[in-house]
């Protein structure tokens, strides 16, 4: 049975994260490296054991948190796509069966706000995962914090964390913002979409999003 370790330590794998980082680094976006996936995989896995689904989809969850944004090396554009269909070919030739294959590229090829949507709790987990990794480090350089607004929001973004209350049911993005570097509106202008698909996913767990900025209770 194919595991997470087996995927990270993929060197093919490695190379398409690391050249989708370096293709995004090349037309002015924010880290989409290691760092990333390494968080994205982590946080997805976390909500569905917090939710009390069982360790193989925590696992698929896992990988394909660590894979989403392979498709970044071939274009931005797309990517979700182009990236389902290098996990297909990827985690074939690693021997992946080919229910868990689906559930896996389904939830790849649907992580993006434009084309995508929640379809299976592997899915949903990943949408909240990658949505609400918000931070200063993935901020390349300082010299485009006055000049690109995505930017400057990830820089001003002071902590972040995710968490699932299942008492109250709600999953819960905490922000703390330096409004200082960045107006909290400049958050929705260019967030809201997320945050849309954050709420559906969400839904599709049985769970309301929620969203605190500054201690300031706004979705």
Known sequence: MLTFEDVKNNPAIRTYIEKGNAVLGEVGYTEHGFAHAGITAEMAANILTALGYGPRTVELARIAGFMHDMGNSVNRNDHAQSGALMAFTLLGQMGMEPGELSDVVGAIGHHD?????????????????????????????????????????????????????????????????????????DYFEIFLSRMMMCRKAADYLGLHFGLIVNQNRLL
Do not use: F
């Open 113 to 185: 706000e434009g084309t995508g949507q929640a379809i299976s709790p592997i899915s949903a987990a990943l949408i909240l995962a990658d949505k609400s990794d918000v931070r200063r480090s993935r901020v390349r350089s300082r010299t485009t914090i006055g000049i690109d607004i995505h930017d400057r929001v990830n820089y001003a973004v002071m902590d972040s964390h995710l968490t699932v209350d299942t008492k109250k049911s709600e999953i819960l993005l905490t922000l703390t913002i330096d409004t200082a570097i960045s107006a909290v509106m």
